[in-house]
Nanobody
């Protein structure tokens, strides 16, 4: 089965940096858009950044200039470089990807989520 495996979350001080990684594995035919969402306690899950297979990126206004999304298509991996972190960035970050498996219809897949905590 197709799955997304995340790494890189943790506890950092305000102003610090983290790099999240998410690798897709399994019987994959192709991957279209990949992205990152986040959800803080009591809040709706929100889009952080997305990137197409061609490398076009889009960011939430709250992270523009601080976060950078990238991908390595050969590794089926998407990254999120987070700089100048703020306490309000604290959330569970979820990897997301629209994947066409070798068998079956394409759909969005979610990672398990990784906690990012930014202390003041």
């Amino acid at each position: 089965q197709v799955q997304l495996v995340e790494s890189g979350g943790g506890l950092v001080q305000a102003g610090g940096s983290l790099r999240l990684s998410c690798a897709a594995s399994g019987s994959i035919f192709s991957i279209n858009v990949m992205g990152w969402y986040r959800q803080a306690p009591g809040k709706q899950r929100e889009l952080v950044a997305v990137i197409t297979s061609g490398g076009s990126a889009n960011y939430a206004d709250s992270v523009k200039g601080r976060f950078t999304i990238s991908r390595d298509n050969a590794k089926n991996t998407v990254y999120l470089q987070m700089n100048s972190l703020k306490p309000e960035d604290t959330a569970v970050y979820y990897c997301n990807a629209h994947i066409h498996p070798l068998l079956g219809d394409s759909r969005y897949y979610w990672g398990q989520g990784t906690q990012v905590t930014v202390s003041s």
